[in-house]
């Protein structure tokens, strides 16, 4: 058995996989470079296989670093089945329909603005081609076994976000596990991860291989943020993703108003694809913790806004007040016309409320940068850039190390490391090495695996 690290070879996004064996080949993952530019040019670069010899592709979860690359494939005449968890299905048709609508929108800007090389920009994909890839997905529930020629596989529960798995294969008497995202054992939302199987090699995320969450209490912390923002008469933005990022800050907020230990202002979920995302949390309401009366009280608290126009009229709004739009690294979306209205104004909070790659609009304001480039202008920032704490959907290296002792592991189990910055992947070797793994790696881009 051969695998390729096609993607999220020593970065956090792009994440591919291809699995060959025998006459069989399966591609896990198959998801969209984002952050520095000459990763995002990968995504219109061939990319070095033969689809018509691919059987089938299967999905860890929905995020676009792993889903958002599908379309292209699609567009390229992959017609093979793309198997997930239901849930993931349930939210790759809102992700990766959003994702196509936003590369027309943002192709469109720069054509009519003359912005950038080309005067005709084409989207990678457009929406059409993005829901047409629906029509290959196939369920595939926790722990249900699919035999694909000579390989066995399943998913088992990973936390990190609904849907989300780790994937166990076998073949040629071999077994490898994918662990996908993996989330924290005291997430707020989601259950903890499956501890593994005994494997004879796992691929091993890394996103927070150098650095352990910071301790401070969510709540505690957005209840100052709002305090502070509301005193100085300004505008909270929070940049979030819509998949399982905007609902937890939505449960904060409201939660610390049914408490009275914020003021009562209004806040606005901007965000078609997180209000839908939010319809989907209550369709598979076993595979949280959240309840329903939960989810009734978010509703009735919040103002969903569907429309353009809806957005627009946000500026007429009297401070103070919250925004919540997408997305969450601040690449796209209607986060980006706030900012451009918002940044300017040192009363307005900026609430970061996760990771933020390397080369994002979001790593860059993280890091102080006092003007940042949208839709083609330099927006000054003079606005206070907070990071929000405790919502992080992926376990720290001490978690991951937990999750590792918790599962049937032996020492010699090789571990190959991708899905991490350079600095993240460096360091989650050592710590692994430390606690007494003897074969830890780091994945290369193109690097051929022998099993």
């Given at each position: 058995?051969?695998?390729?690290?096609?993607?999220?070879?020593?970065?956090?996004?792009?994440?591919?996989f291809?699995?060959?064996?025998?006459?069989?080949?399966?591609?896990?993952?198959?998801?969209?470079?984002?952050g520095?530019?000459?990763?995002?040019?990968?995504?219109?670069?061939p990319?070095p296989?033969?689809?018509?010899?691919?059987?089938?592709?299967?999905?860890?979860?929905?995020?676009?670093?792993?889903?958002?690359?599908?379309?292209?494939?699609?567009r390229?005449?992959?017609?093979?089945?793309?198997?997930?968890?239901?849930?993931?299905?349930?939210?790759?048709?809102v992700?990766l329909?959003?994702?196509?609508?936003?590369?027309?929108?943002?192709?469109?800007?720069?054509?009519?603005?003359?912005l950038?090389r080309?005067?005709?920009?084409?989207?990678?994909?457009d929406?059409?081609t993005a829901?047409?890839?629906?029509?290959?997905?196939?369920?595939?529930?926790?722990?249900?076994?699919?035999?694909?020629?000579?390989?066995?596989?399943?998913?088992?529960?990973?936390?990190?976000?609904l849907?989300?798995?780790?994937?166990?294969l076998?073949?040629?008497?071999?077994?490898?596990?994918?662990?996908?995202d993996?989330?924290r054992?005291?997430?707020?939302?989601?259950?903890?991860?499956?501890?593994?199987?005994?494997?004879?090699?796992l691929?091993l995320?890394s996103?927070?291989?150098?650095?352990?969450?910071?301790?401070?209490?969510?709540?505690?912390?957005m209840?100052?943020?709002?305090?502070?923002?509301?005193a100085?008469?300004?505008?909270m933005?929070?940049?979030?993703?819509?998949?399982?990022?905007?609902?937890?800050?939505?449960?904060l907020?409201?939660?610390?108003?049914?408490?009275?230990?914020?003021?009562?202002?209004?806040i606005?979920?901007?965000?078609?694809?997180?209000?839908?995302v939010?319809?989907?949390?209550?369709r598979?309401?076993?595979?949280?913790?959240?309840?329903r009366?939960?989810?009734?009280?978010?509703?009735?608290a919040?103002t969903?806004?569907?429309?353009?126009?809806?957005?627009?009229?946000?500026?007429?709004?009297?401070?103070?007040?919250?925004?919540i739009?997408?997305?969450?690294m601040?690449?796209?979306?209607?986060?980006?016309?706030?900012?451009?209205?918002?940044?300017p104004?040192?009363?307005?909070?900026l609430?970061?409320?996760?990771?933020?790659?390397?080369?994002t609009?979001g790593?860059?304001?993280?890091?102080?940068?006092?003007?940042?480039?949208?839709?083609?202008?330099?927006?000054?920032?003079?606005?206070?850039i907070?990071?929000?704490?405790?919502?992080?959907?992926?376990?720290?290296?001490?978690?991951?190390?937990?999750w590792?002792?918790?599962s049937?592991?032996?020492?010699?189990?090789?571990?190959?490391?991708?899905?991490g910055e350079p600095?993240?992947l460096?360091?989650?070797?050592?710590?692994?090495?430390?606690?007494?793994?003897?074969?830890?790696?780091i994945?290369?881009?193109?690097?051929?695996?022998?099993?």
């Amino acid at each position: 058995m051969k695998i390729t690290l096609l993607g999220g070879a020593q970065t956090v996004t792009g994440s591919k996989f291809l699995v060959h064996s025998g006459d069989t080949r399966i591609l896990v993952d198959c998801g969209l470079y984002q952050g520095y530019k000459w990763l995002r040019e990968r995504n219109r670069q061939p990319l070095p296989l033969d689809i018509e010899r691919l059987d089938a592709i299967v999905l860890t979860h929905a995020h676009l670093d792993h889903s958002g690359y599908l379309p292209v494939l699609y567009r390229q005449g992959y017609r093979g089945p793309v198997y997930c968890h239901p849930a993931t299905r349930a939210l790759c048709e809102v992700l990766l329909a959003d994702s196509g609508h936003l590369q027309e929108e943002d192709a469109r800007f720069f054509a009519r603005h003359q912005l950038g090389r080309h005067e005709q920009p084409e989207p990678l994909y457009d929406r059409a081609t993005a829901e047409q890839s629906l029509a290959l997905f196939r369920p595939l529930e926790f722990g249900q076994v699919l035999e694909l020629g000579g390989m066995r596989l399943h998913l088992q529960p990973a936390g990190h976000i609904l849907g989300a798995g780790s994937l166990i294969l076998e073949a040629e008497g071999k077994r490898v596990g994918f662990s996908g995202d993996v989330g924290r054992p005291g997430d707020l939302f989601m259950y903890p991860p499956k501890p593994l199987p005994a494997l004879d090699l796992l691929l091993l995320e890394s996103t927070y291989g150098d650095r352990r969450h910071d301790t401070t209490d969510p709540f505690e912390q957005m209840a100052a943020l709002v305090r502070e923002t509301v005193a100085g008469g300004g505008v909270m933005l929070i940049p979030s993703f819509a998949v399982g990022r905007a609902q937890a800050v939505q449960y904060l907020l409201t939660t610390l108003m049914e408490q009275d230990r914020i003021p009562r202002i209004k806040i606005f979920l901007d965000s078609p694809m997180a209000i839908e995302v939010g319809e989907i949390y209550q369709r598979f309401a076993d595979q949280h913790k959240l309840s329903r009366a939960d989810c009734r009280r978010m509703g009735r608290a919040i103002t969903r806004v569907h429309s353009v126009e809806q957005s627009k009229a946000l500026a007429e709004e009297i401070y103070p007040h919250i925004i919540i739009a997408g997305s969450g690294m601040v690449t796209g979306g209607r986060i980006l016309h706030h900012m451009k209205r918002l940044l300017p104004d040192h009363r307005t909070t900026l609430v970061l409320t996760g990771f933020q790659a390397g080369g994002t609009r979001g790593a860059k304001l993280q890091q102080g940068a006092e003007s940042v480039r949208i839709h083609g202008d330099w927006v000054p920032n003079r606005a206070r850039i907070q990071t929000l704490h405790g919502l992080s959907g992926h376990a720290d290296y001490v978690e991951l190390q937990q999750w590792l002792a918790a599962s049937a592991l032996s020492a010699d189990t090789p571990i190959q490391l991708v899905h991490g910055e350079p600095e993240a992947l460096e360091a989650m070797r050592d710590h692994l090495r430390r606690s007494g793994s003897r074969q830890v790696e780091i994945g290369e881009y193109q690097r051929i695996l022998t099993v």
